[in-house]
């Protein structure tokens, strides 16, 4: 029995930090959620990507179409300038064969 309970209490130590790195998430550093963007410049969106489960990369997009692929833990890209109004831009974490596996980031900006 104790055996039984060494055993155990090493698997829960091994498994917990696997759990914990099998978690997938998405964080928009910039702009912040409610921005006011230059409707007549390029804008840079800066973002880190925690891969975990089946995520391998982000797919970035404005409005519902994709505009970028993100295949970096962490970096930038560079948006194309916005028509004045507001937009909804999400990072969307896919496998290898480019299907969303449900983890997203949105956020909504204003370009005037």
Known sequence: MRNLSILLLTFTTLAAPLAVAAEAKIDIISPADGAKLDARAQSKLAYEVTLGGESDHAHLYVDGKQVALLRQTKGSATLD??????????ARMVNKNHT???VERCIKVTAE
Do not use: K, S, V
């Open 81 to 90: 300038p916005l028509t004045r109004g507001m937009h909804e831009i999400c």
């Open 100 to 102: 969303p596996t449900g």
